[in-house]
């Protein structure tokens, strides 16, 4: 996650707050957030060696897979969940939608924009695109559902999740003026406060 | 030596014996036909020659009726909510005696009591006992738990 982004979050989390991380990786969010704002994290994280770093990070951390199990984490009294770069990974990221606003009344969402200008070419050209925030090969890419930003807004318009912030960075992970107000074409990831 | 069984992993018992026959002249008892027979006979009377029977009858009572939650009006929740260390939860997927829906229980309780607790599910060969085998994923978890200072 590149400083820009980590700010957004760090930002968004309230102090103190009971944070759950689908999808925390090594857990370094979640040790920011522990020691900047004082939050009690839990992360959930498939990847035994993934884990093995969160134990190394300090971090409280479950092995489950967010599809199969997110709906464990309802009623465990979360104030806000963060799913950063993970959605797309996801075999049913509407279904966990659903489900991640129940688990916290608010959601930290982070994700590709696949409709990037310059994934755009890469297709142009006949050949699955790459980038910084999709940097795998399409033989060994964990992502099964990329979307464009639009696409994304679509959903949450139509299943009622109201975006309350939204942040487009660049492919810098800068927040420009073309990358705000031409989001589709020109952001490389999106942020979003949804509750 | 069904209790014995459990500490033990199906697939390692299949790899191990199978349905192989016990060759004759290594055999424990007369009406022995499987090698597995052969092993359990043979364990069940080293068991015999070192404890007293009656102590594994004290044993399997105090396992049974070893409940954390017992003092807590049976709440895990407030149970570990006084516990001050950091736990990890180490889960074989082999483990039918202590299963990981087990240690994924008291890990959804950890986490609603707000302690600090890890749940990590390992692969192992040998059912309960795996925890007594060296795997490079147990041991790194092992030691990145005992290393880390939150």
């Given at each position: ?26 857990g ?13 994290g ?23 897979d967010?599809?199969?199990?997110i ?17 797309q ?10 489900n ?49 930003i ?8 139509e ?6 912030k ?5 492919s ?24 | ?39 359990l ?14 102590s ?6 105090a396992?049974?009726?070893?409940d ?16 001050q ?13 202590f ?52």
């Amino acid at each position: 996650m590149n400083n820009q982004l980590q700010s957004i979050v760090l930002d968004w989390i309230p102090d103190q707050s009971r944070v759950i991380d689908f999808g925390c990786g090594d857990g370094t969010l979640l040790k920011i957030l522990a020691e900047k704002k004082s939050v009690k994290g839990y992360g959930v994280e498939i990847d035994g060696e993934k884990i093995n770093s969160c134990i190394a990070n300090g971090v409280s951390v479950i092995q489950q897979d967010i599809d199969a199990d997110i709906q464990n984490y309802i009623g465990m009294g979360f104030d806000i969940a963060i799913m950063a770069s993970s959605i797309q990974c996801l075999r049913s990221p509407r279904n966990a939608m659903r489900n991640i606003l129940q688990v916290a009344n608010e959601c930290v969402i982070t994700l590709p924009n696949f409709g990037n200008w310059e994934l755009r070419l890469g297709l142009l050209k006949g050949k699955m695109p790459s980038s910084a925030q999709l940097p795998a090969k399409w033989y060994e890419t964990k992502n099964l559902h990329l979307c464009t930003i639009a696409d994304f807004e679509d959903l949450c318009a139509e299943e009622s999740f109201n975006i309350q912030k939204k942040v487009y960075l660049n492919s810098r992970g800068s927040s420009s003026w073309l990358a705000n107000t031409f989001p589709n074409l020109f952001a490389a990831e999106a942020v979003y406060l949804i509750g | 030596m069904l209790g014995h069984i459990t500490y033990l992993s199906e697939s390692n018992m299949s790899k191990r014996f199978g349905r192989k026959l016990q060759d004759p002249e290594n055999k424990m008892d007369a009406d022995v036909n499987y090698e597995v027979e052969n092993y359990l006979q043979y364990k069940g009377e080293q068991f015999a020659k070192t404890f007293d029977a009656n102590s594994y009858i004290l044993m399997t009572k105090a396992m049974d009726s070893f409940d954390p939650a017992k003092d807590y009006d049976d709440n895990l929740v407030t149970c570990l909510q006084k516990a001050q260390a950091k736990l990890l939860i180490a889960s074989f997927d082999s483990d039918w005696l202590f299963p990981k829906e087990y240690g994924l229980e008291i890990q959804m309780a950890a986490i609603k009591a707000g302690i600090n607790s890890a749940y990590i599910e390992l692969e192992g060969d040998y059912g309960h006992d795996s925890f007594l085998f060296h795997s490079d994923r147990y041991a790194a978890a092992l030691k990145n738990f005992l290393n880390s200072n939150e």
